[in-house]
Nanobody, 128 residues
Framework: QLQLVESGGGLVQPGGSLRLSCAAS????????IGWFRQAPGKEREGVSC????????KYADSVKGRFTISRDNANNTVFLQMNSLKPDDTAVYYC?????????????????????WGKGTLVTVSS
């Protein structure tokens, strides 16, 4: 069964850091593009970052560029989102999502409509 499970959310002060994890089961990361998305209260879901099936291409939304880093651990079939210098505007439910892709693909996109599988999300609250 294909499944994505996020973890690592919580309450953090402005300027702090969190690392989100997305554990995948039922498929290997070599055959999927993974994206991180977030949805703040009253706002639409937006793409935050993505990593290609090759693992060699990553993308970031302008709002998080330079502060967030996406990576993956193939051995543990897990994708991470390291979030530094967090701001109150980063407060949202964060979701990871996947779409099957050719292996060794060197591209990824951060569009919700392009994803086929979703986790249930993890809440990140940035507040003093």
């Amino acid at each position: 069964q294909l499944q994505l499970v996020e973890s690592g959310g919580g309450l953090v002060q402005p300027g702090g850091s969190l690392r989100l994890s997305c554990a995948a089961s039922g498929f290997t990361l070599d055959y999927v593009t993974i994206g991180w998305f977030r949805q703040a209260p009253g706002k639409e879901r937006e793409g935050v970052s993505c990593i290609s099936s090759s693992g060699g291409t990553t993308k970031y939304a302008d709002s998080v560029k330079g502060r967030f880093t996406i990576s993956r651990d193939n051995a543990n079939n897990t994708v991470f989102l390291q979030m530094n210098s967090l701001k109150p505007d980063d407060t949202a439910v964060y979701y990871c999502a996947a779409v099957f892709s050719p292996p060794r693909l060197h591209m990824c996109v951060m569009t919700s409509s392009g994803m086929d599988y979703w986790g249930k999300g993890t809440l990140v609250t940035v507040s003093s």
